[in-house]
């Protein structure tokens, strides 16, 4: 994708923070996963990896086995990992395919923050 994605380290009250910016696909899973991987190995004690993704625009299905193999990861060494306001989207994706409970979930999404549409019931499929 043009875009791209856009990695940043930063600090929350001593807690390290990766930060996703813009699109994470099949171009930059790779690259996203050695990021989180790396940021694991720095990690003094059993404190969690925090992936902030609230300014990731798209993520398909390479960058959720790229959060998946992080998580991996991070389980082998006895951490968490916790996804920072990830996307209504990711998170439906992460629902679907019974993936949401591997990891904790900080936030609402932008999207949820924002507005929340409710079903009309008389457009129902019958």
């Known amino acids: 994708m043009a875009e791209g994605l856009l990695i940043d380290y930063a600090r929350d009250k001593g807690t390290p923070v990766v930060c996703f910016v813009g699109e994470l696909d099949m171009s930059c899973a790779e690259r996203a996963q050695s990021a989180g991987v790396t940021a694991l190995s720095q990690l003094d004690d059993g404190s969690p990896l925090v992936l902030d993704l609230s300014e990731l625009a798209f993520c398909d299905s390479f960058g959720v086995k790229a959060l998946v193999m992080i998580h991996g990861e991070a389980e082998a060494s006895g951490r968490r990992v916790i996804l920072r306001r990830p996307s209504a989207l990711l998170e439906r994706m992460l ?26 019931p008389r457009h129902r499929l019958r």
């Open 95 to 120: 629902r679907l395919t019974d993936l949401r409970e591997q990891f904790i979930i900080d936030g609402t999404s932008r999207i949820e923050a924002g507005t929340r549409r409710t079903a009309n």
